[in-house]
């Protein structure tokens, strides 16, 4: 015989054997204890005191017992036959028809993307974990199922199968099996479930930890629909009981809730799934209960009072500035209202709006600007490849050249898109890249320029991450769920630990945020961020009131909160002194009950220095233009000519009249009486300046510099006629004549107006 005919012979002797071994193997009778009841489960989520969250017990205390299929609501088996294994009935481990759609679909993509899995393979992954490596992704894990599949239907029949699948399906929370998924989810019996209920519970098979509705109320709706229309197509239902179906609330209302904190237990049992972890006994979460409830309550007071403004949703977060354990979360008013109780407004992305000029001007402090650089508040357009943008300020008027202390405090748009043009709005999207913000996934140019006014989505979780960066120094941690053991402390994470901007700029940058001297032009005198200790506030409105935002840290904590509208509807005219920021007072307050603010990190404790500025120019002061002690980086310093003026080069000339007005009164220019001396010029105000006073602010703080360059001799300064007793002149509204009259008996004059903002 020749060489290619025994190799062939082999070959078909030990495929016999091969096939013969493997046919002994299926008719080999089933491990025993292999079909026994699935573990019931016994997991308790605790608080940080050890008070029960939740447990995935039934309400009733009972372990959630396996139902025969006999009992079975039928809608649940036809929703799970329609949408997982339509053919079930007719094929055997293997559905023929389905394993050559998927050969060539995986033969296309070069690896498995569609496993034609059939309910039989499905048990098998359930039965033996091991035959679903990889998600059962892998051409292995697949070939393993499918042997397990045929030794399945070899000893067990179809209905035996099936009832085995529906108690073992996880359906998410933690919960195994139709039975415990219907009384988690629907607080009933799956013995009596409407056809909507049997929908969701089939389309939860495939994503159980993210689609199911505590999760994604979204994604929930979306696989419950197509559950409900591959049960049509199955003849399973028809036309008018699919329109009945569809509309039925995705979850019931309950008279009481099962379980507490219910936004911050679903996602943290949703992370512990995608993470692999298999918590079991009692787990002491780092939620406070106490805190949790009574910021509850304050959340839906807020969202009472504010109703009758096309209020109806908030939400809120409270993390430990130095473990960064969770301590309060409130994704929503009421979970258990309606189907939209359920979204989680603390990890769905929505526009920030202002709330993320601070790390703009970080970015900035670190690149040499500083909280006395004069940026110019005034019209200005910029070409875009969008077309030309002309960014406006919150309340539709532009304040001239304003120092950056008062344009971050006052949050004011316009200097806020001339800094991002200057240091790049690629290197403002890296910044917050680093700070935390993954829900900010494009490129720089999808942004652009408005970045730095909150035009991309984030998350609340996320923002109150980033704030508590700047409060522990600049570096990035991740926040905790679990609670930190006593005594245990907190470590640098090398992996994980990550510097965002220098301690000097996060030091700086919270000072801003805690003066309320500077917040006064934008926000006025009456706001609701005054407190008995130190608390760095921002606020956030997003494009046509859609969304409203306010954080506040301080040294111990950080609290972040939202006010709005599910559905993007858009508020009358609630702003973040009259919408989020009464709810932040409120629950900054009531956190501080439990644990000490802290002192906010001072410039002086990470080497930034304090030099007294003249508050016009954002210069050194002089004995003509006293002005306020401000925090500067070593090295950004302004001198006695420019250094703290940063101004476009159409604006020069008046930098150069304000440096000159500081330099000839301050730093010892003597006045001269040559006939080529510089004629006596008014420099503040200019003729025509129009000013306006914003409501609420108090008489003190609105006042304007009277300043003049040239002449000889000292000045003397009238108002309609009458005296000014000093340089500084209190606003009045109305058109006003300033004459300004030397000594040797030179003079100029300007004229301007004063309004009141409406």
């Known amino acids: 015989m020749r060489n290619g005919g025994r190799r062939l012979l082999a070959l078909s002797a030990g495929l016999a054997g091969l096939a013969l071994a493997l046919g002994a ?38 372990l959630v017992r396996s139902l025969p299929l006999s009992e079975m609501d039928p809608k649940i088996l036809q929703a799970f036959l329609a949408l ?56 292995g894990a697949k070939l393993q199922q499918v042997l397990w599949a045929l030794r399945l239907e070899r000893h067990l029949t179809k209905q035996t199968i099936l009832e085995q699948y529906l108690n073992r399906v996880p359906l998410g929370q933690g919960t195994i099996g139709v039975a415990a998924g219907a009384r988690l989810y629907f607080d009933a019996s799956a013995t009596h479930l409407s056809l909507a209920q049997a929908a ?104 009472q009072v504010l109703r009758e403004r096309g209020v109806e949703q908030a939400a809120l977060v409270v993390l430990d500035n130095r473990t960064g354990e969770i301590l309060a979360w409130v994704g929503s008013p009421d ?32 690149r040499g600007y500083t909280p006395a650089s004069v940026i110019a508040d005034l019209p200005h357009t910029y070409e ?62 999808y942004y652009g320029l408005g970045l730095a006014l909150g035009n991309g989505d984030v998350t609340l979780l996320e923002l109150a991450n980033a704030y508590r960066m700047l ?9 905790r769920w679990w609670v930190v053991p006593s005594g245990g402390g907190v470590h640098a994470d090398s992996e994980t630990d990550r510097r ?72 009358n005219d609630v702003s973040g002194v009259t919408g989020a920021g009464p709810l932040l007072h409120r629950a900054i307050v009531l956190t501080a009950q439990s644990y000490a603010p802290g002192a906010l990190p001072s410039p002086a404790t990470v080497g930034a220095v304090p030099v007294m500025i003249c508050r016009l120019s954002g210069l050194r002061a002089t004995p003509e233009c006293p002005g306020m002690v401000e925090w500067f980086v070593p090295g950004t310093e302004p001198d006695w000519h420019r250094g703290g003026v940063h101004l476009p080069p159409e604006y020069a000339e008046w930098a150069e009249q304000t440096v000159a007005a500081s330099w000839a009164a301050g730093a010892g220019a003597s006045a001269s009486g040559s006939a080529d001396r510089e004629p006596l010029r008014i420099v503040s105000p200019r003729d025509g300046d129009k000013y306006r006073i914003p409501p609420g602010v108090e008489a003190r703080y609105a006042t304007i510099a009277l300043r003049a360059a040239g002449g000889a001799g000292a000045i003397r300064w009238w108002v309609d006629g009458r005296p000014a007793a000093t340089t500084r002149w209190q606003l009045v509204p109305g058109t006003h004549i300033i004459r300004a009259v030397t000594a040797s008996g030179d003079s100029d004059e300007v004229r301007i107006a004063v309004v009141l903002t409406p």
């Open 335 to 366: 979970f258990w209202a309606d189907s939209a109780g359920q979204v989680d407004m603390v990890v769905s992305p929505r526009q920030p709006g202002s709330a993320l000029k601070p790390f703009l001007y970080a970015l900035a402090f670190d």
């Open 84 to 139: 997982e294994d339509r053919r079930f009935y007719e094929h055997g481990a293997v559905d023929p028809r389905a394993a050559l759609r998927a050969a060539r679909d995986n033969l296309r993509a070069g690896h498995v993307v569609s496993g034609a899995s059939t309910i039989t393979m499905q048990l098998a992954r359930l039965l033996r974990p091991a035959a679903g490596g990889a998600g059962g992704r892998t051409w």
């Open 200 to 303: 969701l519970l089939a389309g939860l098979a495939r994503a159980p930890s993210t689609a199911n509705p505590f999760i994604s109320t979204e994604r929930a709706q979306a696989r419950r629909a197509r559950a409900l229309t591959r049960m049509r197509d199955a003849g399973y239902a028809a036309d008018p009981e699919l329109a009945w179906a569809a509309a039925e609330p995705l979850l019931p209302q309950r008279s009481a809730a099962p379980f507490l904190a219910p936004h911050f237990t679903s996602r943290l049992l949703a992370w512990s799934d995608e993470l692999g972890e298999s918590p079991d006994g009692v787990r002491r979460t780092s939620l406070d209960l106490a805190l949790q409830t009574r910021l509850e309550a304050e959340l839906r007071h807020t969202v």
């Open 500 to 571: 965002v901007v220098s301690p000097r700029a996060a030091a700086i940058v919270l000072d801003v945020l805690s003066d309320p001297v500077a917040r006064i032009p934008g926000f006025g005198l009456s706001t609701p961020f005054d407190f008995p200790f130190p608390v760095a506030v921002k606020t956030g409105t997003s494009r046509h009131f859609t969304d409203n935002w306010a954080v506040g840290t301080t040294g111990g904590f950080t609290v972040a909160v939202w006010v709005g509208n599910f559905s993007g509807r858009p508020m």
């Open 384 to 445: 875009t490849p969008t077309g030309p943008y002309r960014p406006r300020n919150y309340d539709r008027a532009f304040h001239g050249p304003v120092r950056a202390r008062e344009a971050l405090a006052s949050s004011y748009n316009v200097p806020a898109i001339e800094l991002t043009d200057r240091v790049g709005a690629a290197s403002l999207l890296g910044t917050l890249q680093l700070a935390g913000f993954a829900s900010l996934a494009r490129a720089a140019d």
């Open 25 to 62: 193997w299926v008719a080999w009778p089933l491990p025993a204890g292999l079909l026994a009841p699935a573990p019931e489960p016994s997991f308790t989520l605790a608080d940080r005191h050890g008070l029960v969250l939740r447990t995935t017990r039934a309400p009733d205390g009972s």
């Open 471 to 479: 409060a522990n120094g600049g570096v990035w941690r991740p926040y």
